[in-house]
Each structure stands twice: as C-alpha cells, then as structure tokens.
C-alpha cells in the first residue's frame, strides 16, 4: 500500500510557541490531503482538507488562523499550529488521498503533541 | 444524532474466540463503509471496505453490511493477541468526500 510520512512523531512545546508538523505522501501524489484530531479514547476528527495549491478548507469549529495549513506540493502539507496553548496538546494525524473507487484515504503515524 | 455510533468498549476477550464489531449509521446516502485498525500511537491502517449490503470476506476477517438496518459489523475468527487494537468504523458517501469516523472499539486478546 501507499506510504504516508509525518514528522515529528513526537513534540513537545512551551505555550505560546509555534508548532509546524509535516506530511508527506512517499510514493503517490496526493492532490488532496486531510488533518485529523484524536484525543485519548476518541475518534478522528477531520479538522481540514488540503487541497494543493490553494487554500485549505476547515471544518466548523476548527480556528484557520490557528491552525495554518499548507500544502505547497503534490506529496507535502503542512499544519502548523500557531501560539500553542496546552488545550492544544493531541495525536494529529494526516492522510492522503490516492484515488481509487473511493478515494482512498492512507494515513501517517500520527504527531504526539504537547504543550506544556 | 451523531452520523456514525459505535461502541467504545473496552472489549476483551480470550485468544481464539470469534469477536463481533459493530457500528449504526444514519444517513441513508453513505455508500463506502470501511474498518479501520489502529494500533495504540499509530496511525489508522484499512483492513477492509465494501459498498454493498452483504458479507465480504478477507482472511479472518468478514465486513457485514445491512443498509436497510444501517447496521456494519466486523467480526473476526480465530482471534490473535496481536488483533488487540482500537478498531474504527469508516463511511464514505461522494459529494461529501470525506470519511465520518465511529468512536472506535478498544479491543484486547487474552492469551
């Protein structure tokens, strides 16, 4: 199957610092990736669709300003999380999309944040 | 009403016995439905999708559809320890595209 990087795996922040995770999709091009949120014994939560070369869309509730996406490639996004506060701290997690009869999401191994 | 239920468990049960997962869902539209696995740390990985009522079938593991229940199940044979992961239901309808997540179900496979 098709390969999805992250990094860091794990981070940890003094509040108030800016926090940039990055995504990448190894071995396929990924037009569209996706940023999830997990908080302990709970689900995904997808926070944004990145979209190469242009602007990410967010769902309700997630703060654009906040959390700033990038994606300035067809095998790289990025979320940085701006000003991180300790209610920020989460297991994100990205997946791209390769196609396929349902477009296929994969995903990375996650981002352990923690602000401290 | 949330679009996808699934039990949290936790789940325990003994090596080799046959596991039952299962997810509702609401909305009739949804037409991809997937089970994820995820090991603690990691990220999800699939093991199976289907988009039809009926049973798929893929090694141990069997996906169930019942649309006109909105009812998904996974069930597994012959359980392992390493099967002990939190697995996570998935649904997929286009003009959404994207994947609604249930809860997921810690599950544990006692040697």
């Known amino acids: 199957g098709a390969v999805v990087s992250q990094h860091p795996s794990r981070v940890i922040c003094k509040s108030g610092t800016s926090v940039k995770i990055e995504c990448r999709s190894l071995?396929?091009?990924?037009?569209?990736m996706f940023w999830y949120r997990q908080f302990p014994k709970q689900s995904l939560m997808l926070m944004a669709t990145?979209?190469?070369?242009?602007?990410?869309?967010?769902e309700q509730g997630v703060e654009k300003d906040k959390f700033l996406i990038n994606h300035a490639s067809l095998t790289l996004s990025t979320l940085t999380v701006t000003s991180a506060h300790p209610e920020d701290s989460s297991f994100y997690i990205c997946?791209?999309?390769?196609?396929?009869?349902?477009?296929?999401?994969?995903f990375g191994p996650g981002t352990r944040l923690t602000v401290l | 009403q949330k679009e996808v239920e699934q039990d949290p468990g936790p789940l325990s049960v003994p090596e080799g016995a046959i596991v039952s997962l299962n997810c509702t869902y609401s909305?009739?539209?949804?037409?991809?439905f997937m089970w994820y696995r995820q090991y603690s740390r990691k990220g999800p990985e699939l093991l199976m999708y289907?988009?039809?009522?009926g049973n798929k079938e893929d090694g141990r593991f069997t996906a169930q559809v019942d649309k006109s229940s909105k009812y998904i199940s996974l069930f597994i044979r012959d359980s392992q320890p390493s099967d002990s992961a939190t697995y996570l239901c998935?649904?997929?309808?286009?003009?959404?595209?994207?994947?609604?997540f249930g809860t997921g179900t810690r599950l544990t496979i006692i040697p």
């Open positions: 909305n009739s539209a949804f037409q991809y």
């Open positions: 998935a649904i997929f309808r286009f003009g959404n595209e994207k994947l609604t």
């Open positions: 071995d396929f091009q990924a037009t569209t």
């Open positions: 289907t988009y039809s009522s």
């Open positions: 997946s791209a999309e390769s196609g396929g009869p349902y477009n296929e999401q994969f």
């Open positions: 990145s979209n190469e070369g242009s602007k990410a869309t967010y």
